[in-house]
């Protein structure tokens, strides 16, 4: 278990893909640098997309966790 | 006692659920047993899908107009008017106009989408679009004036109005400037937030290499941070700028306020059941169209099946039994890929999408829709 303390959580749970990139953009979008947000996904193409964007536009993806039913994505804007 | 039925939003989806409700509800309608309202802010139904024709000169705004009062069948009761509040406890709206609070027994919400481009700074500046009315008529004086440069169509948000739309400005920008013996001096550029071109993995595979064969640069991961009118610019969140010489957007979508206001979710989008269309935070509410976030595209199609589904399970809950239509995601989307062919997709919660290869006739299908769409809002289709 990550003890990290996310900014912002977002719940894409449910949501057929590219929904919850889309969420995690979105809310990295209003977030502030440094802060960390937590992603909430139950679809597997997140396990994918997330990393790549993340690389993408130099935001680090500093945690997955996997739990029963989903994973969640910790990402701190640079 | 009466039970009053109101429906908020007069687009797509609130008129042909009002016409679907007064012909399935003919003898309660008769016998004074159910009531029907429609509450639309304009007097006017409006039919989106012209907007894409109307840059290159093939449509006028008004193509897409019709008073309400010709379309909706008259045993419902239109009000022009806009709803400011919802209060889903005790039941009941209130407007703008007139000082009545409005009771309902049953609401629809089919409030649609609305255009959010002040979330991008400098986006409004200078940006054009065609998903609004005015946009779609700057958009064609800009568009008749550029004989040379780069043309950049960028997807700003998702979810945002027809999915294909994006691939279709670009398809049939392309088209007519190289009938204009003009492409060779046009470069296009399409922008896309996420790896692909589109949201959907099938139709992103199926369109890809259209655009390698037209020459249309494509960039990915592209999610915009700002535009700079003066120089000319949009740069991405990633870190990508590019120049433009006329910029076409599609502006960042939201819901009406009012949602978010009354509980009933995020964004202006209703959470509901995405079976029975039924919103999750309260009782007696549906909503369909662009605001249900069923995660299937906002388009009229989808909006016109979810209209079917809401009217059979509100006839059935009028009738005192178990309700039981659902929405299985079905929607259905012509493609346009040049100024005379036109793709076709199909698909549902299970079934992928496999677009048809493109044809003329599919192309005339698609026109021919958009005129028989007067049928379909009126019920008849
Ligand atoms: C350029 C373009 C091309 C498109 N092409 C296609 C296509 O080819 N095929 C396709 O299937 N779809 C297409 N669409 C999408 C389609 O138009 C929409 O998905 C569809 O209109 C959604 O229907 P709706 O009933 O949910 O909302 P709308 O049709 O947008 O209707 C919502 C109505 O609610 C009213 N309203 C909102 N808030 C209030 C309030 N508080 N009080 C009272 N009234 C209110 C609005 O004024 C509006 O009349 C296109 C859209 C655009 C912009």
Same mark, same amino acid.
């Not at chain 2, 959010?116 to 005015?134: C, K, N, R, W």
């Not at chain 2, 259209?210 to 960039?219: A, G, K, L, P, Q």
């Given at each position: 278990?990550?003890?990290?303390?996310?900014?912002?959580?977002?719940?894409?749970?449910?949501?057929?893909?590219?929904?919850?990139?889309?969420?995690?953009?979105?809310?990295?979008?209003?977030?502030?640098?440094?802060?960390?947000?937590?992603?909430?996904?139950?679809?597997?193409?997140?396990?994918?997309?997330?990393?790549?964007?993340?690389?993408?536009?130099?935001?680090?993806?500093?945690?997955?966790?996997?739990?029963?039913?989903?994973?969640?994505?910790?990402?701190?804007?640079? | 006692?009466?039970?009053?039925? *109101?429906?908020? !939003?007069?687009?797509?989806?609130?008129? %042909?659920?009002?016409?679907?409700?007064?012909?399935?509800?003919?003898?309660?309608?008769?016998?004074?047993?159910?009531?029907?309202?429609?509450?639309?802010?304009?007097?006017?139904? $409006?039919?989106?899908?012209?907007?894409?024709?109307?840059?290159?000169?093939?449509?006028?705004?008004?193509? !897409?107009?019709?008073?309400?009062?010709?379309?909706?069948?008259?045993? =419902?009761?239109?009000?022009?008017?806009?709803?400011?509040?919802?209060?889903?406890?005790?039941?009941?709206?209130?407007?703008?106009?007139?000082?009545?609070?409005?009771?309902?027994?049953?609401? =629809?919400?089919?409030?649609?989408?609305?255009?959010?481009?002040?979330?991008?700074?400098?986006?409004?500046?200078?940006?054009?679009?065609?998903?609004?009315?005015?946009?779609? $008529?700057?958009?064609?004086?800009?568009?008749?004036?550029?004989?040379?440069?780069?043309?950049?169509?960028?997807?700003?948000? @998702?979810?945002?109005?027809?999915?294909?739309?994006?691939?279709?400005?670009?398809?049939?920008?392309?088209?007519?400037?190289?009938?204009?013996?003009?492409?060779?001096?046009?470069?296009?550029?399409? @922008?896309?937030?996420?790896?692909?071109?589109?949201?959907?993995?099938?139709?992103?595979?199926?369109?890809?290499?259209?655009?390698?064969?037209?020459?249309?640069?494509?960039?990915?991961?592209?999610?915009?941070?700002?535009?700079?009118?003066?120089?000319?610019?949009?740069?991405?969140?990633?870190?990508?700028?590019?120049?433009?010489?006329?910029?076409?957007?599609?502006?960042?979508?939201?819901? *009406?306020?009012?949602?978010?206001?009354?509980?009933?979710?995020?964004?202006?989008?209703?959470?509901?059941?995405?079976?029975?269309?039924?919103?999750?935070?309260?009782?007696?509410?549906?909503?369909?169209?662009?605001?249900?976030?069923?995660?299937?595209?906002?388009?009229?199609?989808?909006?016109?099946?979810?209209?079917?589904?809401?009217?059979?399970?509100?006839?059935?809950?009028?009738?005192?039994?178990?309700?039981?239509?659902?929405?299985?995601?079905?929607?259905?989307?012509?493609?346009?890929?040049?100024?005379?062919?036109?793709?076709? %997709?199909?698909?549902?919660?299970?079934?992928?999408?496999?677009?048809?290869?493109?044809?003329?006739?599919?192309?005339?299908?698609?026109?021919?829709?958009?005129?028989?769409?007067?049928? @379909?809002?009126?019920?008849?289709?």
């Amino acid at each position: 278990m990550t003890d990290m303390e996310p900014d912002e959580t977002v719940d894409a749970r449910g949501a057929a893909c590219p929904g919850p990139l889309m969420d995690l953009i979105g809310a990295i979008r209003s977030a502030d640098s440094g802060e960390v947000v937590r992603l909430l996904s139950d679809n597997e193409q997140s396990l994918s997309d997330v990393p790549e964007w993340a690389e993408e536009a130099g935001n680090e993806l500093r945690a997955v966790e996997e739990l029963d039913d989903h994973h969640e994505f910790y990402v701190e804007k640079a | 006692m009466t039970e009053h039925v *109101v429906i908020v !939003g007069g687009g797509t989806g609130g008129s %042909v659920l009002a016409n679907d409700l007064a012909d399935r509800l003919e003898p309660e309608l008769d016998a004074g047993d159910v009531r029907i309202t429609l509450i639309n802010d304009d007097a006017d139904h $409006v039919y989106k899908p012209v907007w894409l024709y109307v840059p290159f000169g093939q449509r006028e705004p008004d193509d !897409g107009r019709r008073p309400l009062e010709d379309l909706v069948d008259d045993r =419902v009761d239109i009000r022009i008017d806009r709803v400011t509040e919802i209060d889903t406890d005790a039941e009941r709206l209130e407007s703008m106009e007139g000082d009545d609070t409005i009771e309902y027994d049953h609401l =629809v919400l089919a409030t649609g989408s609305t255009l959010v481009p002040e979330e991008i700074p400098g986006l409004a500046d200078g940006g054009h679009d065609y998903y609004s009315e005015s946009g779609a $008529v700057d958009l064609r004086d800009e568009l008749l004036s550029l004989t040379e440069g780069r043309l950049v169509l960028s997807v700003v948000g @998702t979810p945002h109005m027809c999915p294909a739309a994006p691939l279709e400005f670009v398809f049939m920008a392309d088209d007519w400037l190289r009938e204009r013996g003009l492409r060779e001096d046009v470069e296009i550029t399409y @922008t896309y937030p996420i790896q692909r071109v589109h949201g959907n993995p099938h139709i992103a595979e199926w369109a890809r290499p259209i655009m390698e064969e037209r020459d249309i640069d494509v960039e990915t991961f592209f999610n915009a941070e700002s535009v700079d009118p003066e120089a000319e610019t949009i740069t991405s969140m990633e870190g990508t700028e590019l120049d433009y010489d006329l910029l076409v957007t599609i502006p960042p979508h939201a819901g *009406v306020d009012l949602i978010e206001e009354a509980g009933l979710g995020d964004d202006g989008w209703v959470d509901v059941d995405k079976h029975t269309l039924e919103a999750e935070a309260a009782e007696n509410v549906y909503a369909l169209g662009d605001t249900a976030d069923t995660g299937v595209p906002n388009a009229g199609s989808v909006a016109h099946y979810q209209a079917g589904v809401v009217g059979q399970r509100l006839a059935s809950e009028i009738r005192g039994r178990p309700a039981t239509a659902t929405y299985d995601g079905k929607t259905l989307c012509f493609i346009e890929t040049g100024m005379d062919a036109a793709s076709f %997709v199909e698909f549902d919660y299970e079934t992928p999408p496999a677009p048809a290869p493109p044809s003329e006739k599919l192309h005339w299908s698609k026109l021919a829709y958009n005129e028989a769409y007067w049928l @379909t809002a009126r019920g008849l289709l």
